[in-house]
């Protein structure tokens, strides 16, 4: 079964930073990956994704992440941060042939100082 | 586009009663998923449907939990009796398939459902 692991559970940085959000995963095949962002009170929204190819994503909201299959991890990063990046924030994995079953890290707060 | 509804937004409930939580997919999207989240545990996938059929419950945590997709525009999850540790936020989420029946990836969730079990 695949897991992940989001090691840092709160980080503060100030408008204007740069980010770097930790994912580790586990599973015995290249996965899917993505990142999910959750503003306070609402759902999940995508941010992106990795199935193949290239191993650097591009996301909405100028984020991006690099899958590095030797180090098993999918960090997100952004290089300035803003006020509004402030929410907590989702690593996930899927299985290839388990339709769109994801496993959700613990997930990251990311608090933004002015 | 209306997106994943979701409702009611907040429940507030004691302990024994009967709880039913309701979600209407996106149109058109035919996997339905869902989730729970506390601060504890997480977020947790309790069960997934696929063009209406359960595919995977292994998450549901106890015969007090159930849940049913009548149609394609309609699920409901239940809990019969609810418990203090049932309370949470619970998440709809739907998602389309590509045409050649692959993994799009893409959950697209409700805005979340805050139980709270006295």
């Known amino acids: 079964a695949q897991s992940v692991t989001q090691p840092d559970i709160h980080i503060t940085v100030s408008e204007g930073a740069s980010l770097e959000l930790r994912c580790n995963y586990s599973y015995g095949a290249t996965p899917y990956l993505f990142w999910y962002v959750q503003s306070p009170g609402q759902g999940l929204q995508l941010l992106l994704k990795?199935?193949?190819?290239?191993?650097l994503v591009q996301g909405i909201k100028g984020f991006e992440a690099e899958f590095k299959r030797s180090q098993s991890s999918f960090n997100l990063r952004k290089p300035s941060v803003h006020w509004s990046d402030a929410a907590e924030y989702f690593c996930?994995?899927?299985?290839?042939?388990?339709?769109?079953?994801?496993?959700f890290g613990g997930g990251t707060r990311l608090m933004v100082k002015p | 586009d209306a997106g994943v509804i979701q409702s009611p937004r907040h429940e507030v409930t004691e302990m024994g009663q009967e709880v039913t939580l309701r979600c209407k997919p996106i149109s058109g999207h035919n996997s339905l998923f869902w989730y729970r989240q506390t601060m504890m545990r997480g977020l947790e996938l309790l069960i997934y449907f696929n063009n209406n059929v359960p595919i995977d419950d292994s998450g549901m945590p106890e015969d007090r939990f159930s849940a049913k997709m009548p149609n394609a525009s309609f699920s409901t999850l239940k809990i019969q009796p609810s418990e203090p540790r049932d309370s949470a936020v619970y998440f709809c989420?739907?998602?389309?398939?590509?045409?050649?029946?692959?993994?799009?990836?893409?959950?697209?969730f409700g805005e979340g459902s805050r139980l709270t079990v006295l």
């Open positions: 990795y199935f193949s190819g290239d191993t």
């Open positions: 989420a739907s998602s389309p398939r590509t045409g050649g029946g692959g993994n799009t990836g893409e959950l697209f």
């Open positions: 996930a994995v899927g299985a290839r042939g388990a339709g769109n079953m994801l496993t």
